[in-house]
C-alpha cells in the first residue's frame, strides 16, 4: 500500500488489476448516485462541500508523500496542476464562493468533472504505469477520479444547476487560470504541469 517507487512492478494499463480498479469505483459511483440522486439542492450543496474538503485532505496527503518520495523541485509528481485538478478548485468555487464564482464553479463541476474522471478512469497514466494497482495513490486516483464522475452526473441528475451554452465561459476561465499558473511552475520548475510545456508522455506497456 505505501511501498516506494519502483519497489514492487507497476500495474500497468488494460490490465486486470486496472479493470478491476475501475470495476470498484464504477460500482461505487452507482451505488453513492443510488443513495443520493433523489437529493434536494441544500443536501446536494453539502454532499458537494463534504467531497471536496475530503479529495484536499487526501491531495494534501499525496502532496506529502510525493515531496518526500521525489524532490520540491519535481513539481509534475505533486502540484494539483493538471486537467483533473479542476475538482479540488471547482469544488471550493462551488462550496465556499457566491455570484460568478460560484457559477464557474458550479459549470466545471458538471461539466470537465465527467470527462476528466472518465477520460482517467480508461487511461491512468500518471498512477497505474508508476504502482502497483492496490498502492495508496492508485487507489487514491480512483477514488478522485470516481468523485469527480459522481459529483457531474449527480448535479446534473438532480437539476441542481441549469447549465447554458453561455456557460462555456465560466468553464474556459477556470481552464485558462489554471493553464497559467502551471505554465509559470513549468518555466520555474522545467515541469510540464496541464500537460502544456511538452508533448503528453505516452505510455507502452
Not at 15 to 41: E, M, S
Not at 127 to 150: D, W
Not at 151 to 160: A, V
Not at 189 to 195: D, I, K, R, T, V
Amino acid at each position: 500500500m505505501f511501498a516506494n517507487m519502483g519497489e514492487y512492478e507497476p500495474c500497468g494499463i488494460f490490465t486486470i488489476g486496472h479493470f478491476i480498479l475501475i470495476l470498484i469505483t464504477v460500482i461505487g459511483i452507482f451505488t453513492a448516485l443510488k443513495k443520493t440522486v433523489n437529493k434536494n439542492k441544500e443536501q446536494v450543496y453539502k454532499i458537494i462541500k463534504y467531497i471536496t474538503i475530503f479529495a484536499w485532505i487526501l491531495e494534501v496527503l499525496k502532496i506529502i508523500y510525493n515531496v518526500k518520495q521525489n524532490s520540491f523541485k519535481a513539481v509534475n509528481t505533486y502540484l494539483p496542476l493538471y486537467y483533473c485538478s479542476i475538482l479540488l478548485y471547482a469544488g471550493l468555487l462551488s462550496s465556499f464562493a457566491k455570484g460568478t464564482l460560484k457559477r464557474v464553479g458550479d459549470v466545471c463541476l458538471a461539466t470537465g468533472s465527467i470527462i476528466g474522471g472518465v477520460v482517467f478512469m480508461i487511461y491512468p497514466s500518471t498512477s497505474l504505469p508508476i504502482y502497483p494497482a492496490f498502492h495508496i495513490l492508485s487507489i487514491h486516483s480512483f477514488l478522485f477520479h470516481g468523485s469527480m464522475v459522481y459529483l457531474g452526473i449527480l448535479i446534473n441528475k438532480t437539476k441542481y444547476i441549469e447549465l447554458k451554452k453561455s456557460d462555456i465561459k465560466y468553464f474556459a476561465s477556470l481552464i485558462l487560470c489554471m493553464s497559467i499558473v502551471a505554465l509559470i511552475a513549468n518555466k520555474l520548475f522545467n515541469g510540464n504541469l496541464m500537460f502544456i510545456s511538452n508533448n503528453f508522455p505516452r505510455y507502452i506497456d
